[in-house]
């Protein structure tokens, strides 16, 4: 059994209240346990709290209860080394080009100016991004700017990668395309990958576990095991068990969407 | 009342408690600047005696005249300029640079041109502000998605229909902000142009004023001038914050 | 790319050939009484310039203009800054900012002459406070609506403050500052000459009026002619690097 590299017990996180509001209480309490190497997606409704559990393993944000542990040390309210992080947004820095943005991901490491272009330079071999180096993000379709944003990650080669709903604002065969794209990094990197989706078929894809997380506030209600070799890609969608996956993730995501379907303002 | 607000006023009384205090101090002298509350006194008893007031009637005439020449002229041109994709871009590198450059300088050529009456001080504000609703209104044209144009064709609608029932709703913020930019250019081309040379309006006579060291009248008359233009585009700023505060754009 | 900008270059050159064409057609209908061609506009602002005279009121201008728009800059981006930075300063004050920019600015001159006198001083005054509003108003935006992903991002690296600023905050608002120091270099030239129109004893505004007392139709046209070229021309070279500092 590999070793857990993050884990999260008890946790929650509450909000303090808006002006002339309720503290939100948007998570937990939450128990978590993501093996080093695996492949970890998490589904559930808008609000639930998705993207404030990515956060907290970020080390962007502290719990308001619990620990989260990160190979073994506490995640207060400080981002550990090792942890990459691709948004949903889009974060290129626009007066930079594309191999700059991707050297500007070396910017903490203790290397020479050549090492750091050699290194981007193989990421952007990588990612199939030569054509396109001297490009600025304007001039690239959003697609391509994820690529870049998601290059600019793993160009540190962090241990575990975060990705928030990072495909959630490009069409689906792009995002088929980018899903075999993120299990190619995942094997060549070896890191592991932690993956917020609110696309069913995407999640039962990619990921080797799946956990299903309850309306806000947000709790962990069903873990899937998908059983995927290591070597995979769309296809498998193909296979029997992938129909049988998704309609348990459904099954249970249902109702829980039915409670938050009368709720406005945005997600997770 | 919110925090801003009281924040605005607090800044706002500051400013005058600042002057009033500096006055009295007499670090700001007598021949320089009454103090506000002199101002004040002197502002009231202008408006009670009704002093200026054919002076005032007269620039804000030409003001409106101005406003609503270049308004009808500019959403007009706009509108047109909309349909001839190479004639706009064409003109567009002078609409890029037409705030740059100062259009003052003309004023001396239209008294040459037209004599000193009241022509060239409507022309130069005819001139800043035509400019103005023409980018306006493109910008606005511009901004009506394609899919609204298609459901008026599925609903049957002719040209002057399309236009009356979609595109003018469509666009009346951005002609509501054509209507301010262009009062406020109006506003500052005729009054200016009263200042550097004209024999009659409010600009005349605080330059008069002005020549012949009389506070007492060039004081308020300057503030009128400023609480006329404040006036005039708040009222308009919090008509065009509605209209797209309705939108979901406030 | 090659293909729009050479068709901007080419329309912006039928523009010019039409406006003087425009020009030429009205001293054709209208007459030496009034105005004069193009061909004799230039060739009298080339007499002009050989003067010593016009380097004199060139010189002062320019001068006051310099003067004027460091001026403007500085305090315009000091108070950008500012107002971006503390939240409710910047919302409380912004409405205000744009309240002072609809106002006639040549009404406050008088007052600043009776504190300034007549002179450099009262011109550089009336320059820079027409050119600070909108260097003012374009940093506060730049500095208020920088991408909070970009942040995220910064902080995601574990960059400090100081880098935070220099190598993210800094850069990301480049573009719209820029921006707002073009246009205010427009508005301080404008009010420079405005105030030189209005009450001055040297300058192009100047020598502009003194041209109307001595109804030298001549002088008029060069001196309005060579305002607007100067004008028109700095602007557009300032707009190609507004435009490539938002890259595309």
Known sequence: MTAAQVT??????VFPAAAGGNPVHALGPIDIEIRKGEFFAVVGPSGCGKSTLLELIAGLTAPTEGEIEFEGHAIGDNVPDGIGVVFQEDACFPWLNVIENIEFGLRRKAIDAN???RQAKAVIEMMGLREFARSYPAQLSGGMRQRVCIARTIVAQPRLILLDEPFGALDQQTRLLMGDEMLRL??????????????????????????????????????????????????????????????????????????????????? | MSRLRLYQIAVVAGFILLLEALCLAGVIDKITMPAPHIILRDFVRM???????DEIGKSLLNVLAAFAGAYLAGVIIGTVLHGHRTTRAILDPLFATYYAIPVFAFYPLFIVMFGLGDGPQVLIGFMLAIVAVIITTLNGLDRVPPVLKKTAQVNGLNALQTARHITLPFCA??????????????FIGVIGSEFI?????????????????????????????????????????????????????? | MQGPESMTLRNTIILIVGLFLVWELAYFVVGDVALRSPWQTIQFLGRLMQTDLFWLHLAD???????????????????????????LSGEAMEPMLVALYSIPKITLYPIILLAF?????????????????PVALFTLSAVRTTKPILIKTGRVMKLSPTVMVREILFPAAVPEIFTGIRVGFSLTLIGTVLGEMFAAQRGLGYLLMSAISLYNIDLIMSVTFLLVVLAAGVNMALLVVDRRLHHG
Do not use: C
């Open chain 2, 197 to 250: 040379m004209a024999r009659s309006g409010m600009g005349y006579e605080i330059s008069y004023a002005y020549t012949n060291f009389d506070n007492a009248t060039m004081y308020p008359l300057i503030l009128l001038i400023l609480l006329l233009s404040i006036a005039a585009n708040s009222l308009l700023s919090r008509w065009e914050k509605m209209l797209l505060a309705r939108r979901g754009q406030g």
């Open chain 3, 117 to 133: 006198g007549i002179g450099i001083s009262a011109k550089i005054a009336f320059g820079a406070i027409h050119g600070i509003i």
């Open chain 2, 47 to 53: 408006l009670l005696a009704g002093r200026y007031f």
């Open chain 1, 115 to 117: 090492e750091k272009s």
């Open chain 2, 173 to 186: 913020p951005y002609l509501l902000t054509a209507a301010k930019l262009a009062l406020a250019y109006a």
């Open chain 1, 186 to 268: 995942w094997r060549q990197t070896g890191a592991t990958v932690f993956l917020i989706t609110h696309a069913l078929d995407e999640a039962a894809m990619l990921a080797d576990r799946i956990v299903v997380m309850s309306a806000r506030p947000g709790r962990t209600i069903d873990l899937v095991e998908t059983n995927w070799p290591r070597e995979r890609d769309s296809r498998i969608v193909e296979r029997e068990n992938f129909g049988a996956l998704t309609s348990r993730l459904w099954k249970t995501l249902r109702e829980e969407s039915l409670k938050t379907m009368g709720r406005t303002g945005n997600g997770a």
């Open chain 3, 61 to 87: 201008s320019l001068k006051a203009f310099a003067v004027a728009l460091a001026i403007a800059i500085v305090l315009g981006l000091l108070i950008g800054f500012a107002l971006g930075l503390h939240r």
């Open chain 1, 8 to 13: 999260l017990r008890g946790v929650t996180k």
